[in-house]
């Protein structure tokens, strides 16, 4: 069972257009998160999000959690080739459980 | 400061073998991880050790044993490899709550013949 569907798992577009991924699920989360995996890297942490509604920007990144807590997606604008990598949203199943994985949407910018 | 470090970066193994991985994480947090990743499948938990001298099984813990062996290191043992465990498998450390990031090694590539 997947708890959080990342669409689109894969994503080529030329540098300068806009693009959005998203996070879906049927459950409700607490929070989300959305990290940034460079190959042969792990990932690293680009946003927590908290409250439904939330939207929180990092310069040319915004990210947006759901009214209902269940799904969450990541708007960038302008989109340059460092941008390029794989995006994954996390979130705990409850309390301080271990976060589970969506499966990632793996985004390439041509210059 | 180092954050996690996991050893080896790469080890190939024929069917059969076994091996630990392994993970340190100088941040004194208490919690610590092992996923793997597979291509078209993200990140799966396989251990966890919320603190020193617990361990919990994860998603997918068959063919893994870990050992939580102080606050600053957690080991991933594989007894007798299969070529399904061909994975990259990471190490992580979380902060102290819900919302704070978890922080991950490099990785162990993993090859299994």
């Known amino acids: 069972t997947q708890l959080l569907k990342q669409s689109p798992q894969f994503l080529s577009i030329q540098e300068g257009e806009n693009l959005t991924v998203y996070c879906n699920s049927s459950?409700?989360?607490?929070?989300l998160q959305w990290y940034r995996q460079e190959p042969g890297e792990g990932p690293v942490l680009l946003v927590t999000?908290?409250?439904?509604?939330e939207v929180k920007k990092l310069k040319r990144l915004t990210f947006q959690f759901g009214d209902a807590r269940k799904d969450s997606s990541l708007h960038i604008t302008a989109a340059q080739p460092g941008d390029t990598g794989l995006y994954l949203c996390?979130?705990?199943?409850?309390?301080?459980?271990?976060?589970?994985f969506g499966k990632g949407t793996r985004l390439s910018v041509i210059a | 400061n180092a954050g996690v470090t996991q050893t080896p970066k790469f080890q190939v193994l024929k069917t059969g073998q076994s091996m630990t991985l392994q993970c340190a994480q100088d941040?004194?947090?208490?919690?610590m991880y092992w996923y793997r990743q597979d291509p078209g499948m993200g990140l799966r938990l396989i251990y966890y050790?919320?603190?020193?001298?617990?361990?919990d099984k994860g998603e997918v813990p068959n063919g893994y044993n870990v050992s939580r062996l102080n606050k600053r290191e957690f080991s991933l043992r594989l007894e007798s490899a299969a070529p399904s465990q061909t994975s990259v498998y990471f190490c992580?450390?979380?902060?102290?709550?819900?919302?704070?990031?978890?922080?991950f090694g490099n990785g162990t590539r993993l090859t299994v013949t």
């Open positions: 996390a979130g705990p199943l409850s309390g301080n459980t271990p976060l589970v």
């Open positions: 459950s409700v989360f607490s929070s």
């Open positions: 999000v908290v409250t439904g509604g």
């Open positions: 941040m004194n947090h208490n919690s």
């Open positions: 050790s919320a603190s020193e001298g617990t361990t």
């Open positions: 992580a450390t979380p902060g102290g709550n819900s919302v704070s990031p978890l922080h």
